[in-house]
């Protein structure tokens, strides 16, 4: 299947690190993807996971990836008010250009 | 590099017309998709198109199609449009080289249907 699935919705503090998490169903993932929008923008990719990693680190973003639980969650740390955003995990099964995507995070910072 | 550019960003029409959308991917990119975002549905894939040929294809009624040109530039057609088509088309591009699927959204095509 093509099922990801994420929960709706964070509040958190300027400075405080917020965590975002996402299960996928389909194992034959390549690569997992974090994307943010802003409103009534368009999808930024933020970054992405390899799938025979356990974890990467890039500036405030780490992204965790349990390849046995299907379960993918990325950290922002020292989150900002621009850090305001859906964050959607995506997952492009069977290893092509078709990606899965969860309903979103809302995570809304505040001051 | 600029980066994928959509037209028009907004659009609204009636039941029963037509529309066409286009998206300009990222220079060198050849993969073009188109997605479909609603409150209700997320982000739902619509097809892709890779070197002018369908690739990939979700579960969208035949009222929508796309087509790619040589320059890689896409565009997508609603036809006999319902209320329910409102929605945010997104476009977005891959290099689509390597075993990297990385995609590049545009702006997105905000639709009203009345």
């Known amino acids: 299947g093509e099922d990801v699935e994420q929960s709706l919705f964070l509040s958190v503090r300027e400075g405080d690190s917020s965590v975002i998490n996402c299960t996928y169903t389909?194992?034959?993932?390549?690569?997992l993807y974090w994307y943010k929008q802003e409103p009534g923008a368009g999808l930024q990719l933020l970054t992405y996971?390899?799938?025979?990693?356990d974890m990467k680190q890039d500036q405030r973003l780490t992204v965790l990836l349990n390849k046995k639980d299907k379960h993918l969650s990325l950290r922002i740390a020292d989150t900002q008010t621009g850090d305001s955003a859906i964050y959607f995990c995506?997952?492009?099964?069977?290893?092509?250009?078709?990606?899965?995507f969860g309903k979103g995070n809302q995570v809304v910072v505040i001051p | 590099k600029a980066g994928v550019t959509q037209t028009p960003r907004y659009l609204i029409k009636t039941r029963g017309q037509q529309v066409t959308l286009s998206c300009s991917p990222i220079?060198?990119?050849?993969?073009v998709s188109w997605y479909q975002q609603t409150p209700g549905q997320g982000l739902q894939f619509l097809f892709e198109?890779?070197?002018?040929?369908?690739?990939n294809k979700g579960n969208f009624p035949g009222r929508f199609s796309g087509r790619q040109f040589s320059n890689s530039r896409s565009e997508m057609n609603v036809s006999t449009l319902e209320l329910g088509d409102s929605a945010l088309y997104l476009c977005?591009?891959?290099?689509?080289?390597?075993?990297?699927?990385?995609?590049?959204f545009g702006p997105g095509t905000r639709l009203t249907v009345t």
């Open positions: 977005a591009s891959s290099l689509d080289a390597g075993g990297s699927y990385e995609q590049y």
């Open positions: 389909d194992s034959s993932s390549t690569y």
């Open positions: 996971i390899f799938s025979n990693m």
């Open positions: 995506a997952d492009p099964p069977r290893g092509n250009n078709r990606l899965a």
């Open positions: 198109y890779f070197s002018e040929t369908q690739r």
């Open positions: 220079s060198g990119h050849r993969s």
